[in-house]
């Protein structure tokens, strides 16, 4: 028998892609990962969490272990819309959507908006699973640069100008990380931010605002798109992975209704009831913002270790984006394939992620890595990056 003889032809043209998650590298034991976009071990609330199961048991037996799940869902929603409106958002009950996870949220916006004739609008670079999904439903894409101040307006404009006047297709949505974004850390500034929304409007398409990372900033968290959306046309995706626990995959999207409608027609039953029962029972016996000033102030330090390790045990023809906020920091290395330095680096004992990952176009990134310093502790940070700087030196001699 011959599987692929079964397969629908969309499922054929995704299948020819790069397998998912062909970018994460094969860790050996005891190596230093700051490859790894987790939350701190010791940030992951265990003990709380174990504290909110029990209770939730306690006071409902068996209910959150069934399919309609225990009436605390309906309460993680409300809880939701509180975070969502301290940081300008106001939405309804009918403008959110729970989801398993953000990449739930970001596949199921994709399902209904993408068909293999449409025209997705990405930075470069991005969120390697974003790509991923995108994948599977389009081949068709506009890459448009980031800087140290985020994606690159100007440019976007004069993409959607010249394929405007030449009667190209414009892009279904933009996918964009205004803030901290995934891989480079960088923020989207204030003015592009207002353009981006301009532009929506002036060329009729779509905004898929990933916030994941929206509220772990250092100093002060920028307004997201969605807060000064007067069209409609965000479709805001949140996460409580980076600030709680990833493992619960608790994820939401806020937008209007019609297109929330759509969503959950195709969500249908997909929830997790324990998983999302047990994240309200959390949520209402801790002070949220205490808890967010809490990772503020440690991924603060930690990054403030790992620029310092940059500055002393890397080459000074290496370069970086010092983040505001997030998990990440994206070095540009002149003349070092990443690929193949990864390969030095691991057997030194420490691992990143090569920055080809994250392009459409994997030549545009050969120079480029991505450093997580929310994992490892800040020892492991400093000898991870001596022992990254190790690598380097036995490239470049």
């Not at 209704?257 to 249908?268: C, P, T």
């Not at 290496?318 to 983040?323: G, L």
């Not at 480029?368 to 190790?390: Q, T």
Request: proline content about 6%; aromatic content about 10%; glycine content about 6%.
């Amino acid at each position: 028998m011959k599987v692929e003889s079964f397969f629908s032809e969309n499922i054929k043209a995704a299948l020819k892609n790069d397998p998912p998650g062909e970018w994460m590298p094969s860790i050996p034991d005891k190596c230093i990962r700051l490859s790894s976009g987790f939350p701190a071990p010791a940030l992951v609330p265990s003990e709380q969490l174990k504290a909110a199961v029990a209770k939730l048991l306690e006071e409902e037996q068996d209910l959150p272990l069934h399919y309609l799940g225990s009436p605390r869902i309906e309460k993680l929603k409300q809880q939701i819309q509180v975070r969502m409106a301290d940081r300008g958002i106001s939405i309804s009950k009918d403008e959110l959507l729970i989801t398993s996870g953000a990449c739930q949220a970001i596949d199921l916006i994709a399902r209904i908006l993408l068909n293999d004739e449409a025209v997705v609008a990405v930075e470069s670079p991005t969120y390697m699973e974003a790509l991923e999904i995108f994948k599977n439903y389009t081949q068709h894409f506009i890459s448009i640069p980031v800087d140290e101040h985020g994606l690159q307006t100007d440019l976007l404009e004069e993409v959607l100008s010249e394929r405007k006047r030449l009667g190209l297709t414009l892009p279904r949505f933009l996918y964009t990380i205004p803030t901290f974004q995934n891989p480079t850390g960088t923020t989207m500034a204030a003015e592009r931010r207002q353009r981006v929304l301009e532009l929506a409007a002036k060329y009729n398409f779509l905004i898929l605002e990933d916030d994941a990372y929206g509220e772990l900033s250092f100093n002060h968290s920028p307004q997201p798109l969605k807060a000064n959306d007067k069209d409609g046309r965000v479709l805001h995706v949140g996460s409580l992975s980076k600030v709680i626990a990833p493992g619960l995959r608790v994820g939401w999207i806020a937008g209007t209704n019609g297109f929330i409608s759509a969503l959950a027609w195709f969500k249908k039953d997909l929830d997790h009831p324990f998983a999302q029962a047990t994240m309200a029972t959390f949520m209402e016996d801790i002070i949220f913002e205490e808890r967010i000033n809490l990772l503020r102030d440690r991924y603060r330090s930690k990054c403030a270790v790992l620029i310092s390790a940059l500055e002393q045990f890397l080459p000074e023809s290496v370069s970086w984006y010092v983040p505001n906020g997030g998990y990440f920091v994206w070095v540009n290395l002149p003349g070092v394939d990443t690929a193949q330095l990864l390969t030095h680096a691991l057997s030194e004992g420490v691992s990143f992620i090569p920055g080809k990952y994250f392009f459409l176009d994997q030549n545009d990134g050969i120079e480029f890595l991505r450093l997580s310093f929310s994992y490892a502790d800040e020892k492991d940070i400093v000898e991870g990056v001596k022992k990254l700087g190790k690598a380097v030196n036995s490239i470049l001699k």
